[in-house]
């Protein structure tokens, strides 16, 4: 009897093995196929129908939940809504039947679903009753509340909010505008959600794209920080390096001269040129390092390789045509102080701060801090990671001493930005003149810093895109995005947001 009774378990034991075995194959494995098939209608309609966890973010605010459809009449039981609308749509994705799934729903769906292994194996009790629910939580690292002061800084504005973590490259902020608000198509009917989703694809400045990362703009004078970098590590600048006061300078291979934003006359030594944004000592920089070393040192800091961050489609900034530089010095020159090719995401930008900030290790973002299973227990945290390191801690020192002087020191672009608290911070402005034929007006207005000063705990990128800056009313960086950058530090460090408690699921 006893011998039967144990090949009767051995039995059971390797059906539950199979079994789970066959369904990784086909959930796992075979995922990528199937989901493939156009046929695979079925599939779709299944997982639409199962349950689904909550999207939440660090401070407890829900994001994205399923609810019970109110139409008796549907076919599916739940809907999926996202309470925040528009504010975190641009990390949270949206989830529908007909027109797919995108950022965090796309990537973390199996999360979401209960599909992973792990937590098919917490519940292989129940892997037989096909309505158990064993849906996850998805925890962001983002906070609801800086993203509700991100909004209401831009005050409309098209353009971008990065906030990140210095140390651990935690995203507590990213907000874009335009943005849009999935509610307005995840639970119409096809041709309405159709022509919403048109439109918005149709409409002016992408909306449906997540700006902060998934796009890229010309930076003006905040890359300045890079080709300071650069020079740094190269030997090519060092603090008593002195440059020549002067209104225009003509590169190699030209008689067409660069010159300093407005025409200004402008020179002395490398932390005057920094807080002042001289052009032309940057151009000269980037000339005398040469298209080589130069190309290099963009590389070195993560320029040209998309960013390594935990949503779909990331963008990655970009140097421009590198290809027949040694042809080409003056554009090299220009790009030097952030025009011509070169582009770069805001995201990335707030990472260039951060590494500013943080000794010289540049942080690997991310938006996603942990998942959970059904019962509240961590299924995944995330760990912080060191994607570059492109500056020693002492050219880290450097750079911040420069930074410092653009926020307190003699005609610093950010003098003009005071912190509440008499709190101390380092930044670096940037206005991106975008020489368009017909507007030569128009520009891109950035700023990156990190806050506080003696202790960094927090790096921002702000830009303010396709404003048009006049002689009477200039758009620059320290006028425009100075007022967001203040803001958002302003209410971090010594506002409400200095108080709000983060964790996990509640």
């Given at each position: 009897m006893n011998r039967q009774i144990r090949q009767l378990a051995i039995g059971l034991m390797t059906c539950y093995v199979v079994l789970f075995a066959t369904l990784n194959y086909w959930q796992v494995a075979q995922e990528e196929e199937l989901s493939a098939n156009i046929e695979n209608t079925r599939a779709v309609r299944r997982e639409f129908n199962k349950p689904r966890g909550d999207i939440i973010t660090a401070d407890g605010v829900i994001a994205a939940r399923s609810v019970d459809n109110p139409d008796p009449d549907a076919d599916f039981e739940r809907i999926r809504e996202y309470p925040t609308g528009d504010l975190l749509s641009g990390t949270t994705g949206y989830f529908t039947l007909n027109f797919g799934a995108t950022q965090v729903e796309r990537d973390y769906g199996d999360?979401?679903?209960?599909?992973?292994?792990?937590?098919?194996?917490r519940s292989l009790a129940d892997i037989l009753q096909n309505e158990t629910d064993n849906s996850g939580t998805v925890q962001?690292?983002?906070?609801?509340?800086?993203?509700?002061?991100a909004k209401f800084a831009l005050g409309g504005n098209t353009g971008s909010v990065v906030v990140m973590e210095i140390e651990t490259g935690a995203v507590r902020a990213m907000y874009s505008n335009p943005g849009y608000d999935p509610n307005t198509f995840v639970t119409q009917p096809f041709e309405e959600a159709q022509d919403t989703i048109v439109a918005l694809q149709d409409a002016p400045g992408d909306p449906l794209l997540a700006a902060a990362y998934q796009q890229r703009?010309?930076?003006?004078?905040?890359?300045?920080?890079?080709?300071?970098?650069?020079?740094?590590?190269?030997?090519?600048?060092?603090?008593?390096?002195?440059?020549?006061?002067?209104?225009?300078?003509?590169?190699?291979?030209?008689?067409?001269p660069i010159q300093n934003y407005r025409g200004s006359t402008c020179?002395?030594?490398?932390?005057?040129?920094?807080?002042?944004?001289?052009?032309?000592?940057?151009?000269?920089?980037?000339?005398?390092?040469?298209?080589?070393?130069?190309?290099?040192?963009?590389?070195?800091?993560?320029?040209?390789e998309e960013l390594p961050i935990d949503l779909p489609r990331p963008a990655?900034?970009?140097?421009?045509?590198?290809?027949?530089?040694?042809?080409?010095?003056?554009?090299?020159?220009i790009r030097?102080?952030?025009?011509?090719?070169?582009?770069?995401?805001?995201?990335?930008?707030?990472?260039v701060a951060a590494t500013v900030a943080n000794g010289g290790d540049m942080m690997s973002p991310y938006l996603v801090e942990a998942t959970y299973d059904h019962e509240g227990r961590v299924l995944d945290q995330t760990e912080p990671e060191v994607?570059?390191?492109?500056?020693?801690?002492?050219?880290?020192?450097?750079?911040?001493?420069?930074?410092?002087?653009?926020?307190?020191?003699?005609?610093g672009t950010a003098g003009s930005v005071n912190l509440n608290g008499g709190v101390r911070f380092a930044a670096k402005t940037g206005t991106a003149e975008l020489g368009v034929i017909g507007d030569p007006d128009l520009v891109h207005a950035w700023m990156i810093g990190f806050a506080p000063l003696e202790a960094p705990q927090y790096a921002i990128a702000v830009v303010l895109t396709d404003l048009t800056s006049t002689i009477a009313d200039a758009a620059t960086g320290g006028r425009v995005a100075g007022p967001v950058v203040k803001g958002m530090f302003d209410y971090l460090l010594t506002g409400e947001g200095a108080n709000v408690v983060l964790g996990g699921p509640r």
């Open positions: 999360v979401l679903t209960g599909s992973t292994s792990e937590q098919q194996l962001l690292a983002l906070r609801h509340d800086l993203q509700e002061v703009f010309m930076p003006g004078s905040t890359f300045k920080v890079i080709t300071t970098g650069i020079g740094l590590e190269a030997g090519v600048l060092f603090p008593e390096r002195e440059f020549v006061r002067e209104s225009e300078w003509v590169p190699p291979q030209t008689t067409d020179g002395g030594d490398l932390a005057e040129v920094f807080r002042r944004s001289c052009n032309i000592p940057f151009a000269q920089t980037a000339i005398e390092l040469g298209p080589d070393a130069m190309v290099a040192g963009t590389e070195d800091w993560g320029i040209g990655a900034s970009t140097f421009g045509d590198t290809s027949n530089l040694d042809q080409q010095l003056p554009l090299l020159g030097g102080f952030g025009q011509n090719e070169d582009q770069m995401v805001p995201l990335h930008m707030a990472m994607w570059k390191t492109p500056i020693s801690p002492q050219n880290a020192a450097l750079l911040t001493e420069f930074m410092t002087g653009v926020t307190e020191g003699d005609r």
